[in-house]
Each structure stands twice: as C-alpha cells, then as structure tokens.
C-alpha cells in the first residue's frame, strides 16, 4: 500500500495569522499519527512563514512516525537539519515572494551534491523534489539522492483536461524505479486527483497537505461550534 506523509504546514499558517499558540502543529501530529499517517513532512521555510524552529524542535522529539524535514539547500537548514536529524530531508527550492514551492529542484545546482553527502552522512535520506522529466531524475541519480519526490503540481492543475501530466508522471515513475530511486510524490493532490498517482507502480509515499488541513477545518467546524456553544452556556 501507498504511504501517507501528512505535511502540517498550514496548521501552522493558521497559528501564525494571530501568531498566537493554537492550533499547535504538534498536536495536529498526534492525531495524524493517530488516524495512520505513515511520516509527517514540515517545511521549515526561510522566512519562518508557518513552521517555526521550536515545531521541528518538538516533533523531532515527540514523533512516533518519520519526520520528513522539507527545506530549501541552505548552510542555514543543512545545520539545522544535522542538528535535529530527521529521517528524510527533501530539498526543495524556495523563493522569498512564492505562495508556495512552484517548480521543481534545479539539480544542476552545485552546493546540491556537497549538502547532500553532509546530510547522508550523519544518517539522514536526502529526497530531490523535482519534475517528472528525464534529466531531473537522471540528475538525482547522479547526486547520489537516494529519494525522490516527483512534483505533482502541473498533474494538479491538469487532470481534468488531459492526461499528459498523469503519463509524464508514470514515465518519470519508471525511470526512477529502473535507477533504483525511492519514487515519492507530491503537491497539489486532493481527494478527487490523488486515485491515479496513487495506483503508479512502486510509489511508496504521497505527501499531501493543503487537502487535508483544509478538509480537516470543514469536517471539524460542526463540533468546534457545538463546543464553543457548550461553553457558553
Ligand atoms: N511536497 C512538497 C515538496 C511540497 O513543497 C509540498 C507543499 O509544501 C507538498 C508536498 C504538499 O503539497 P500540498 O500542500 O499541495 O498537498
């Protein structure tokens, strides 16, 4: 079966618009863990716009399932993620001004391989998030990544017109299997497109986030009004 990363970010993006202590993406975590999520993913981003230090800090201790540590290839990260040691780290790119991580790793990026082999060294699994093409996944290879994550945002944005991006995908996937890469993905997946990237052979881990919060907010909402109804009373 498909493993599950639930990645909490935007847990934490509620929190920091009041900038406040609730809700805590740990305890978010808890219930993950809870209801079989297979790892949790948090994107600790430069600008510390939803995950902050103290969150990886605490997970790293208190998880019970793989962290899965995303952060753009800085000096910055590489130190914070040899300290807190995650199970996997998946670089990503990262600009200031994106709402979210738009495209994937450019892999010909020469402080790529020396990060990695730091990260691989102190016992992490490094994963390239990067695009279904062939070059990339070469690439990855070729770095030594022994994980990747093929950027699902263009099959996202697509699948209901056409399914040139879901071939793409299942292309990339069989290369990646063929050069003995651990074949993840993720990005833009819903409850309505997840089906056919979850049925590509030998995928091992989705990692999913924005659906899943979002969900999360709506199917909790009755309860939350009910409780708060309760209280004042
Ligand atoms: N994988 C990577 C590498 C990401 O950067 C993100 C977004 O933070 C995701 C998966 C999850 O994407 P979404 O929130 O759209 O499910």
Avoid at 105 to 125: E, F
Wanted: charged share 25%; glycine share 8%.
């Amino acid at each position: 079966m498909v493993k599950l990363g639930v990645n909490i970010d935007h847990v934490a993006t509620i929190r920091q618009a009041r900038r406040t202590i609730e809700p805590d993406p740990v305890a978010a975590a808890v219930f993950c863990e809870l209801a079989g999520a297979d790892s949790i993913t948090v994107h600790l981003r430069e600008d510390r716009r939803h995950i902050q230090d103290r969150d990886v800090e605490v997970l790293a201790r208190t998880l019970q399932v793989p962290m899965n540590l995303e952060m753009g290839c800085t000096d910055e990260m590489v130190g914070i993620a040899l300290a807190i040691k995650p199970a996997y780290v998946c670089l990503v790119p990262e600009k200031r001004q994106e709402v979210t991580t738009e495209g994937g790793l450019d892999t010909t990026g020469a402080h790529l391989g020396p990060a990695i082999k730091k990260l691989a060294a102190a016992g992490i699994a490094v994963s390239l998030f990067i695009d279904p093409d062939e070059a990339s996944i070469r690439a990855a290879k070729a770095l030594g990544a022994p994980v990747i994550e093929l950027h699902t945002g263009q099959y996202a944005e697509t699948w209901e017109q056409s399914d040139r991006e879901l071939e793409r995908l299942r292309q990339g996937s069989a290369l990646a299997l063929a050069l003995g890469l651990v074949l993840n993905a993720g990005h833009g997946l819903t409850y309505r497109n997840v089906g056919p990237v979850a049925r590509i052979p030998g995928m091992n881990e989705l990692n999913i986030g924005h659906s899943i919060v979002s969900r999360a907010v709506l199917v909790g909402m009755e309860r939350a009004v009910r409780e708060m109804k309760e209280a004042m009373r």
